[in-house]
């Protein structure tokens, strides 16, 4: 079975699965409880997969450099961080599927994983050593899960990285291979007087070199433009906030424009 997708409780009981080839579907007839997870398997070493974890939320595509990876249902604090109708409820779809050679190969934002975890095998992966009161709505996970409102904090859809008023705070966009980006576009967070903003940063890469930007104030996403740069991950730092009373600068988005650098290795075909 070269495609595995099952909901798996705390025991370690499968509660429902299915398998396919190239594709496979899953319909699960019950309410989600704290710690059930979702487990996908296939029996390749590295795979690119299309997945929809939840029938409310989009399919993004995602490296699985370990061709597997368990996602842990979201409860509690992490809860707030998804729309409220978001793995709720007594029925639920979800699909994954090996990626075909033309989406993999196609120019697309690189970091966007809305199931991304602290613990995540699965890429892109955020990470930052710095967040907000450590609070799921201020994680570095916000930076990478496509939501771009910027007017608003503290609650869904308003989800964001937030410093914790760390000088020296730093973001992290690991992609589990080499890729070819050539735009990142920042949203940062515009919840004005309550927020601050970042005058200046710096963006590192991998291979280097490091890339200084100017920021402005405002909600919008904020273009930069460069020559492809190979990259396994990047590197947001080194936040200059503007010289006003909030201490609050935040970021809402990051978005990675790219190509895979080998876009036929591990898809479907």
């Not at 979702?38 to 997969?49: C, F, K, N, P």
């Not at 904090?153 to 000088?167: A, C, D």
């Not at 515009?190 to 402005?216: C, K, T, Y």
Request: with cysteine.
């Amino acid at each position: 079975m070269p495609i595995h997708l099952k909901i798996v409780g705390a025991d370690g009981v499968a509660h429902a699965e299915a398998h396919g080839e190239t594709e496979v579907q899953l319909v699960y007839s019950a309410a989600y409880v704290p710690g059930d997870r979702i487990v996908l398997h296939t029996d390749r070493t590295s795979a690119h997969i299309r997945v929809r974890l939840d029938d409310s939320g989009a399919c993004p595509l995602l490296w699985l450099p370990e061709g597997s990876f368990e996602y842990p249902l979201p409860f509690g604090d992490a809860r707030k961080a998804f729309a409220p109708f978001a793995f709720a409820g007594e029925r639920h779809f979800l699909e994954a599927r090996l990626a075909t050679a033309e989406e993999v190969a196609t120019r697309r934002d690189l970091a966007l994983n809305p199931f991304d975890f602290i613990d995540s095998t699965a890429f892109p992966h955020a990470s930052a050593n710095s967040a907000t009161r450590g609070e799921a709505l201020f994680a570095a996970r916000n930076a990478i899960d496509g939501l771009t409102a910027t007017g608003g904090h503290g609650e869904w859809p308003y989800t964001s990285w937030g410093i914790g008023r760390n000088p020296e705070a730093a973001l992290t966009v690991a992609f589990g291979r080499q890729v070819l980006i050539d735009e990142v576009i920042l949203y940062t967070r515009a919840d004005f007087p309550h927020d601050a903003w970042w005058e200046r940063a710096i963006l590192s890469f991998s291979q280097g070199p490091d890339l200084a930007i100017d920021l402005r104030k405002t909600g919008s996403g904020q273009r930069l433009c460069f020559p492809k740069r190979p990259s396994e991950w990047i590197q947001l730092h080194h936040l200059v906030k503007a010289d006003v009373p909030s201490p609050f600068p935040a970021l809402t988005s990051i978005v990675c424009l790219g190509l895979d650098v080998h876009p036929d290795c591990n898809v479907a075909g």
